[in-house]
């Protein structure tokens, strides 16, 4: 799950772990190890998309699709939703959980935080008022499967929300790895919606402040897909 299956935050100097197998980067196994060898993975803060696209948005019920560490989970908490944090890491899990607890009991109190697959597990239909995915870059081959099964999850009038690395960022030095169509556009994202059944609020990519792998101020560019399931 680097930047190919999880919600992550910028951070220079963790690799993508290029001489991996492909299959083993899916795996509780090599995200338990990746996160069990690092302080801390990410910067623990929320990512600057999320925060942008649901800030308006009235609190419900969130599922955090690869939530990691938990940044986005406990802003979303923080906020009033009551969030159902996924991830296929046990130890990522328990990060989170322990930054949400230091957060606060009604910050904790309203996540759950839940050890699953993404490659497969479905969430309850029609549950969520919004669902997030973070940089979850999976192949190609399996991210239409994983987009159907987050859309379902959408309840009537709630919000789906897909955040990318844009393949500009490919060539930067941000430490982006990988075929450029691993990295889906927007409006590639919005044009597998049944437009009978989605509204698309935002189908774009937007410029954000980061700093690349020598520690210098750079730009990078988010693909963002925002759409809302019609009643």
Not at 209 to 230: C, E, F, I, K, M
């Amino acid at each position: 799950m680097p930047h190919h299956y999880h919600a992550t935050h910028d951070q220079p100097g963790h690799g993508h772990d290029e001489d991996v197998p492909e299959e083993f980067k899916f795996t509780q196994e090599f995200w338990d190890d990746r996160y069990g060898s690092a302080g801390r993975l990410w910067s623990g803060q929320p990512n600057a998309q999320l925060v942008e696209q649901v800030s308006g948005l009235e609190p419900g019920e969130a599922l955090d699709a690869g939530c990691g560490e938990g940044g986005d989970a406990i802003w979303l908490a923080g906020q009033g939703w009551t969030v159902t944090a996924v991830d296929v890491s046990q130890v990522a899990l328990d990060r989170g959980a322990a930054a949400a607890a230091a957060a606060g009991d009604t910050v904790a109190g309203r996540i759950r935080w839940q050890r699953e697959d993404l490659l497969t597990w479905v969430p309850e239909p029609g549950r969520y008022g919004l669902v997030s995915a973070q940089y979850m870059h999976l192949p190609l081959e399996m991210f239409g499967d994983f987009l159907a099964r987050l859309g379902a999850a959408v309840r009537p009038g709630g919000t789906l929300l897909v955040v990318g690395h844009h393949p500009d960022d490919l060539h930067a030095n941000v430490g982006r790895h990988g075929p450029a169509h691993r990295f889906v556009l927007a409006e590639q994202l919005a044009a597998d919606l049944d437009q009978k059944s989605w509204e698309v609020v935002v189908a774009d990519a937007f410029d954000r402040p980061a700093r690349d792998l020598d520690g210098q101020s750079v730009n990078v560019r988010d693909t963002v897909l925002r759409a809302v399931r019609r009643a």
